[in-house]
């Protein structure tokens, strides 16, 4: 799938899955901890752990945040991404809990773990008639947001990703799991939606 439409596809996808629960939070009460939704996507550079050679591609996604007496801010994510390079594609698309601390009122360090699945796609094919892979993937990381203008924040993001797809007599003769550990980077923008009444304790007015 082209990058660009993978992308697009995704965040209108998280956009859907949001206007139910926008209309469900016009029954909340006056007091109401306050919740958010938002989307976000960017550009991505990714070190594959295959082939040598670093991939571009794009990543999208959003987070259901809701706002607590807590210490850290707790948000349900879903994201996905598609890079791709010399050697390989790889495909993920995840999901997990994010967690994050407000700092001078507009950064926004955070961290994360996430589990889903991933694919990687070799190119050209190098054995015959065994051109792709899929895994288990458990991904960890974190980043920063920081906020721009209204409704708007830049996104700086790392992640982790480990891989196990099992017993590979072709690529493992040794009989070991075949395990790939991607890194990817990525800069992106955040959109927070503003229904009101989910965002009763957050003040975008600034």
């Given at each position: 799938?082209?990058?660009?439409?993978?992308?697009?596809?995704?965040?209108?996808?998280?956009?859907?899955?949001?206007?139910?629960?926008?209309?469900?939070?016009?029954?909340?009460?006056?007091?109401?901890?306050?919740?958010?939704?938002?989307?976000?996507?960017?550009?991505?550079?990714?070190?594959?752990?295959?082939?040598?050679?670093?991939?571009?591609?794009?990543?999208?996604?959003?987070?259901?945040?809701?706002?607590?007496?807590?210490?850290?801010?707790?948000?349900?994510?879903?994201?996905?991404?598609?890079?791709?390079?010399?050697?390989?594609?790889?495909?993920?698309?995840?999901?997990?809990?994010?967690?994050?601390?407000?700092?001078?009122?507009?950064?926004?360090?955070?961290?994360?773990i996430l589990v889903g699945e991933a694919q990687i796609v070799y190119h050209p094919d190098p054995y015959a008639?065994?051109?792709?892979?899929?895994?288990?993937?458990?991904?960890?990381?974190?980043?920063?947001?920081?906020?721009?203008?209204?409704?708007?924040?830049?996104?700086?993001?790392?992640?982790?990703?480990?891989?196990?797809?099992?017993?590979?007599?072709?690529?493992?003769?040794?009989?070991?799991?075949?395990?790939?550990?991607?890194?990817?980077?990525?800069?992106?923008?955040?959109?927070?939606?503003?229904?009101?009444?989910?965002?009763?304790?957050?003040?975008?007015?600034?």
């Amino acid at each position: 799938m082209n990058p660009v439409r993978f992308a697009v596809l995704t965040v209108c996808g998280v956009s859907a899955l949001a206007l139910p629960v926008a209309a469900r939070g016009q029954a909340l009460t006056t007091a109401s901890k306050g919740a958010e939704i938002s989307v976000f996507g960017g550009y991505l550079a990714s070190s594959p752990d295959y082939g040598g050679f670093a991939k571009k591609g794009v990543a999208a996604g959003g987070d259901f945040t809701v706002f607590l007496r807590l210490p850290v801010t707790p948000s349900l994510e879903i994201r996905g991404d598609i890079a791709s390079g010399p050697a390989v594609t790889e495909r993920t698309v995840l999901v997990g809990l994010k967690v994050e601390r407000e700092y001078r009122t507009h950064l926004h360090p955070y961290a994360d773990i996430l589990v889903g699945e991933a694919q990687i796609v070799y190119h050209p094919d190098p054995y015959a008639n065994y051109n792709a892979d899929r895994s288990l993937n458990i991904s960890y990381g974190g980043g920063l947001d920081i906020d721009a203008v209204r409704h708007f924040s830049v996104k700086f993001d790392f992640q982790e990703q480990n891989w196990n797809l099992g017993k590979n007599g072709v690529l493992q003769p040794s009989g070991a799991n075949y395990t790939l550990t991607p890194r990817t980077y990525m800069v992106g923008v955040v959109y927070h939606i503003p229904f009101r009444t989910l965002n009763s304790q957050k003040d975008f007015n600034k």
